[in-house]
């Protein structure tokens, strides 16, 4: 390990703040040394970097595929495995998530580069999906390990794309366990009544946000932060007045691990009366039934 290096924990769930490497000229080794921090730490902040786009994109590049975002334009640059989050323009994730669930493969990894920060507030926080899940009692552990989830792209305007994924995801490298249901995208779940799911979805996806289960982290303009989508969720807290401005490239996905499969068959109504509930047409959809709309009105 470089002697230079310097690693402080921020929280007892999740981060660490890494000092001395320069992520511009980063080696092979540190690479490798990066990537098993990011094992240990989930998330990792590496003040006064001051990357370029293209640095911030080579970067990206040693982890993975980049893939742009699926829907968020950038008009800022010409680099499509990059985009721009500015508050100005609505670019405020102030909901707990995990980066782009609602595809068959959500991503990896992302790299924000913190262009500009307000002089108060903008924190970002990050929850251990680990944490959050072993902290669950053993019964409602072992449930959660049989269900699936629906999650969907409705906060893009895109309730129509939708993906399943299990509620419980074994991490491929770490073997470890962690609660896979966000605020931002996950929808109903598939095993469950939608009264049931409604309530058991508010309880994890409040339960992860918990307190002891997170870190907050106060930025600075050139601060690179980097995180594992497939052990964590981030939220973006809007307690400021002045722009706040990110960039971020993304490394492309997997398909998530399930703890078991699933133990039961999802639960909709197949009937045509009931099938043609509100709450159970999305789910139809994606299942690919036949329902039939007796009145779409209702
Ligand atoms: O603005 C931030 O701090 C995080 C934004 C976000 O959710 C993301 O880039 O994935
Ligand atoms: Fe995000």
Known sequence: MDNNLSVTRLAGALGAEVR??????VTPDEIVTIKSLLLEHLVLFFPDQFLDINAHVALGRHFGKLESHPHLNNPFTQNSELFELAASHGGVADEWHSDITFQRHPSVMSILNMVKCPSVGGDTLW????????ALSPPLRDLCDGLTAL???APHGKSEITAIHPMVRVHPET???????NEHFTRRIVELSHQESALLLEYLTRWIASPRFTVRYHWQDGTIAMWDNRCTQHFVLTDFDEERIIQRVTVAGDTPEAAEPPRWEPYVRTESVGATSRYDRQL???????IMTLD???
């Open 20 to 25: 001395g490497l320069s992520l511009a000229n």
């Open 127 to 134: 929850a251990s999906a680990y944490a959050a899940y072993e």
């Open 151 to 153: 999650h969907d792209a």
């Open 175 to 181: 073997q470890r366990k962690g609660l896979f249901v």
């Open 284 to 290: 139809n959809d994606h299942l690919g039934r036949r």
């Open 296 to 298: 779409n009105n209702s």
